[in-house]
Nanobody
């Protein structure tokens, strides 16, 4: 079974940058699309960015387009979320998920996952 662990969160000022990591263990990451989701206090989970198995297709929520970049390094069994020009509204707990799908847009927009890991906290504040 594939297990994912998120890291890299922290406190950053508006306009700053962070790089989140999603490290996989258990089985190879090669066969799965990976997505980053976030949850702000009092809100539902939101799909931020999802990337296909072969790295050829990536989806971004409108709110992060042009600021966030998702990438994967299958050799290191890790998926990254590079976040630039951070805004206070980007604050929340960030989670990664996996799915055997070619439709990364649906994966992100629907976000139908039965359980969520511990995530990593991102706080954007002056």
């Amino acid at each position: 079974q594939l297990q994912l662990v998120e890291s890299g969160g922290g406190l950053v000022q508006p306009g700053g940058s962070l790089r989140l990591s999603c490290a996989a263990s258990g089985i190879t990451l090669d066969y799965f699309a990976i997505g980053w989701f976030r949850r702000a206090p009092g809100k539902e989970h939101e799909g931020v960015s999802c990337i296909s198995v072969d790295d050829g297709n990536a989806y971004y929520a409108d709110s992060v387009k042009g600021r966030f970049t998702i990438s994967r390094d299958n050799a290191k069994s890790t998926v990254y979320l590079h976040m630039n020009s951070l805004k206070p509204e980007d604050s929340g707990t960030y989670y990664c998920q996996y799915d055997q799908t070619a439709n990364v847009r649906a994966m992100c927009e629907m976000g139908l996952f039965g359980s969520w890991g511990q995530g990593t906290q991102v706080t954007v504040s002056a």
